[in-house]
C-alpha cells in the first residue's frame, strides 16, 4: 500500500515551500501572494528507509474567494479519509487564527496522526512565540523554518513512525491500475472484463483506502486488475472531487505495472487527464489511454479517431508514444484489444536489450548527429548499457556528462524508441563520467 502525506493548513503558511523542500524539487510555484498555488502537487519522498507521496493541497483550492474556507474544510475532510498521516502547518508570523482553530478541532476529532508543524520559526523571538501552538492540543508538534530546512528532519523522524510498513503485492503477472476521472466508466471496465467471476484477493478490512487487486484468468491471459474503492456518495467528495480522485488514483499508480487511463470521448483529454498521465510517467509505470464512450459521439467524420488521437498526442507530448484505443464499455467494444496492448505495453516495460546491441545500434546514431559543443568543449560519447532497473533506463558514458543538453537527451530517446519498441512506457536517460 502507498502511503500519502497530505500537508493542510489555511493559505500562504508556506505549504508549497515544505513540499519542495520534502520532495528536493523546486516543482510548486512560491510566492507571498496567498492562494498562489494552481498545480496539482504531489511528489515521492523518502526518509529513514520509508518511502511516502507527498500531497501539497494548496493546489487543489480552486479560489481565493468566499469559498475559500469551504474548500480549504473539505480538503482537511478528504485527507482525513485518505491520508496515511497529515501534517498541519500553522505560521508562527500571524499566531493562531479562527480557521486555524476550526482545522484544529476537525482534527483533534479524526483518527489520522497529525503532526502540528508551526513554520517560519528562524530565530529565537519566534521561537517563544511559537509557543502559543501548543495550546491547539496536538502531542506531535515541531516549530520549523521550510525555507531554510531547519527541524524539517525531527518533523520527518515523526512522520514516518507513523506510516505503515509497505506491503508489496508480489507477483509475476501484469497488475493493471484502471485510473481517470470519475465517470469515466472504470467501475464498468472492471465488471466488463471480470463479469461475476470477480476474484477479490487482497481487500484488507476496516479501511476505505486500500486498493483491490482482482484476478483475471480466462481466455489464456492472467493478470491482475488494481481498482480502488469506489467514491462515496458524500457531499465533500462532490465539493472536491479532483483532489479526491486524484488521491486515490495516487494508490492504484504506485502498485502498477501498466496504468489504463480511460478519457471520456465526449470531453477529450483534460487537465486533470494530464495530471493523471503525468503522475504514472514520473512514476514509470507504462501507460495506455482508452478513450471511452466512442460510441456517443456524433458526426465521426467530423470528429474522426485519427484527429482526436493527434489532439491527445499532441497535449501529451514529447512522451507521445503511448497507445491511444477507442472503446466503449457499454457496448463492451474493443476491451480485450485493450488488454492485449496492456500485456504488450508490460512486456516493454519489462525488456532488456544487450549492451552489445546497444552499442552497435546507439553509436553509429551518434555519430551521426553529435552532442551539441558546451563552451568549446567536445562531447564524446563512448559507450551505453541499459542499468537494472525495473523500468528501461539508460546510460550514456561520456566526457563532459553535466553538459549533454535535454534536446540531445530526447534525441537519443528518439532513435531508441526508434530501434526498440518501447511503446507506452517512459524511458530514462543519464550520462555518467565515463
Given at each position: 500500500m502507498s502511503n500519502l502525506v497530505a500537508i493542510v493548513g489555511r493559505p500562504n503558511v508556506g505549504k508549497s515551500t515544505l513540499y519542495n523542500r520534502l520532495i528536493g524539487e523546486r516543482d510548486a510555484i512560491v510566492d507571498d501572494i496567498s492562494g498562489v498555488t494552481r498545480d496539482r502537487q504531489y511528489g515521492a519522498c523518502v526518509w529513514n528507509g520509508k518511502h511516502f507521496?507527498?500531497?501539497?493541497?494548496?493546489?487543489?483550492?480552486?479560489?481565493?474567494e468566499d469559498v475559500f474556507e469551504k474548500e480549504i474544510r473539505s480538503q482537511v475532510e478528504i485527507a482525513i479519509d485518505e491520508a496515511t498521516a497529515i501534517i498541519f502547518l500553522v505560521d508562527v508570523t500571524t499566531g493562531i487564527t479562527d480557521l486555524d482553530e476550526n482545522m484544529a478541532r476537525m482534527l483533534r476529532r479524526s483518527d489520522r496522526p497529525v503532526i502540528l508543524v508551526v513554520n517560519k520559526v528562524d530565530n529565537q523571538q519566534r521561537m517563544l512565540e511559537a509557543n502559543e501552538f501548543y495550546s491547539l492540543g496536538f502531542d506531535d508538534t515541531f516549530f520549523i523554518s521550510s525555507l531554510s530546512g531547519?527541524?524539517?528532519?525531527?518533523?520527518?523522524?515523526?512522520?514516518?513512525?507513523?506510516?505503515?510498513d509497505e506491503e508489496e503485492f508480489k507477483t509475476d503477472l501484469p497488475k493493471f491500475a484502471i485510473v481517470g476521472q470519475p465517470n469515466v466508466g472504470k467501475s464498468s471496465f472492471v465488471n466488463a472484463l471480470l463479469g461475476e467471476e470477480r476474484n477479490l484477493v487482497t481487500d484488507i478490512a476496516g479501511t476505505t483506502r486500500d486498493t483491490v487487486h482482482s484476478k483475471y484468468s480466462k481466455f489464456g491471459k492472467e493478470f491482475f486488475l488494481i481498482d480502488t474503492a469506489g467514491i462515496r456518495k458524500k457531499?465533500?467528495?462532490?465539493?472536491?472531487?479532483?483532489?479526491?480522485?486524484?488521491m486515490r488514483a495516487i494508490r492504484a499508480?504506485?502498485?502498477?505495472?501498466?496504468?489504463?487511463?480511460?478519457?471520456?470521448?465526449?470531453?477529450?483529454?483534460?487537465?486533470?487527464?494530464?495530471?493523471?498521465?503525468?503522475?504514472?510517467?514520473?512514476?514509470?509505470?507504462?501507460i495506455v489511454l482508452l478513450v471511452n464512450k466512442w460510441d456517443l459521439v456524433k458526426d465521426k467524420e467530423t470528429n474522426s479517431a485519427r484527429d482526436f488521437e493527434e489532439k491527445i498526442k499532441k497535449k501529451i507530448a514529447p512522451f507521445s508514444d503511448v497507445p491511444v484505443l477507442f472503446i466503449s464499455v457499454l457496448e463492451k467494444q474493443r476491451i480485450f484489444k485493450a488488454v492485449e496492448v496492456g500485456i504488450k505495453v508490460f512486456e516493454n516495460r519489462k525488456a532488456k536489450i544487450k549492451t552489445s546491441k546497444l552499442n552497435e545500434v546507439m553509436l553509429p546514431e551518434i555519430e551521426k548527429f553529435s552532442p551539441p559543443n558546451h563552451r568549446g568543449r567536445f562531447i564524446s560519447i563512448k559507450f551505453v548499457k541499459q542499468l537494472p532497473t525495473y523500468y528501461p533506463s539508460f546510460v550514456f558514458y561520456c566526457n563532459h556528462p553535466k553538459h549533454v543538453k535535454a534536446s540531445y537527451k530526447h534525441y537519443l530517446e528518439n532513435r531508441l524508441r526508434e530501434h526498440f519498441d518501447f511503446t507506452g512506457v517512459p524511458i530514462k536517460i543519464y550520462f555518467r563520467e565515463k
Open positions: 507521496t507527498v500531497i501539497d493541497t494548496g493546489g487543489f483550492v480552486k479560489s481565493p531547519s527541524g524539517t528532519g525531527d518533523m520527518l523522524d515523526a512522520v514516518t513512525e507513523h506510516l505503515e457531499a465533500k467528495v462532490h465539493e472536491n472531487l479532483e483532489f479526491y480522485s486524484v499508480i504506485e502498485e502498477a505495472d501498466v496504468c489504463f487511463l480511460l478519457i471520456d470521448a465526449q470531453t477529450g483529454i483534460e487537465q486533470q487527464d494530464m495530471s493523471i498521465f503525468s503522475l504514472a510517467q514520473k512514476r514509470n509505470k507504462g
